[in-house]
Every structure is written in structure tokens, then in C-alpha cells.
């Protein structure tokens, strides 16, 4: 099932907290080392924040495909263009927690990018059969964060598809 567009509508409260959380889903986070925090929570918003989506899922555990962008947005900490290539996350309260590798990302003009790949992991032993996660992001303008976020089988090759969404994402926002 396909939902079509959803907004723009703006959020507000713990809605418009968690748009730039990718994995903690407004619980806190530690991520190991702290100095990788920054790619797990990459911008901040505040009520009132505009969103538009398109959502792929059959089911809330199913696998699906976001692509979201939010408008305006802050990005309190400088996101590093490098480093943290591989790191743990956890999550108060959650087991299981995960890991992260960082994959490389399209270049894009006018645009902050990066790419990772999340994995559940309990005890730091990744969950066989367990869906993977990966986030697209390009931070435009440091007001709008776009965000391609995939629930996918492990065996899924992100690349080349979910670049070229990011891209033509960002290329279909600035034609707009």
C-alpha cells in the first residue's frame, strides 16, 4: 500500500521533538562514542514545523520506504563530514539496542548529506533475520532536513536506489 502524500501539516509537540531523532523515537540516547550523537540526532525543530511524506508499508513491522522533508529546521551541533564510521547506540529502556555503520552518501550541491545503516543488536551480536534500517539525509540551507528513512530486509542493496531518491527529492524541492 502506497499512502499518498501526507502535508504539509505542521506538528507540534512530541511530534515536532522527534523530527530529527532517527532512532530513539523521543527516548533517550546514548551513542558510543558521544562524539557520533550529532548523525542520530541531526537537527532540532520546534512546534509548529511543516512536514510533507510519502510512506510505503503494509503494516507497522513490515518493511517500507519514508521520504520526508521538514521545514524549518535548526542544526544545533555541526555534523562532522567524516568519522564515526561504525558505532553503538542505546536506547533507555529498549532492549534491543543498535549498531551503526556510516555509508557514503550522493554528493549534492547546496546540500549536507550523509547516509547510514542502523542494525538491532542485543548484547552487541546483530538479530539475525532482523530488519535493517537506513537514513538518507541532506540538511538544506540548515532550515530543511530531508530525510529518506528505509525498513528494509538485510539482503536489501540500498544503493544505488535510495541516493537517487535523496537526490531527486532534494532536486524536486528546490524546483518547487
Excluded: H
Amino acid at each position: 500500500m502506497v499512502n499518498p502524500l501526507n502535508g504539509p501539516s505542521a506538528l507540534t509537540g512530541s511530534k515536532a521533538a522527534e523530527v530529527g531523532d532517527l532512532v530513539a523515537y523521543g527516548e533517550r540516547m546514548t551513542a558510543i562514542p558521544d562524539s557520533c550523537r550529532v548523525l542520530l540526532e541531526p537537527v532540532a525543530a520546534s512546534d509548529g514545523v511543516e512536514q510533507a511524506s510519502v510512506t510505503s508499508a503494509t503494516g507497522p513491522m513490515d518493511p517500507f520506504i519514508a521520504v520526508s522533508a521538514y521545514l524549518p529546521v535548526s542544526v544545533p551541533v555541526a555534523i562532522p563530514d567524516g568519522g564515526c564510521e561504525q558505532f553503538d547506540y542505546e536506547v533507555e529502556g529498549a532492549i534491543p539496542d543498535g549498531t551503526v555503520r556510516r555509508l557514503t552518501a550522493p554528493v549534492i550541491d547546496g546540500a549536507q548529506t550523509y547516509a547510514l545503516r542502523t542494525a538491532i543488536t542485543v548484547d552487541g551480536v546483530p538479530i539475525a533475520g532482523a530488519l535493517v534500517e537506513y537514513f538518507y539525509v541532506a540538511i538544506l540551507d540548515g532550515r530543511t532536513f530531508v530525510k529518506i528513512w528505509a525498513r528494509v530486509p538485510n539482503e536489501f542493496e540500498a544503493e544505488p536506489a535510495l541516493g537517487k531518491l535523496l537526490t531527486r527529492t532534494v532536486s524536486a524541492l528546490a524546483d518547487a
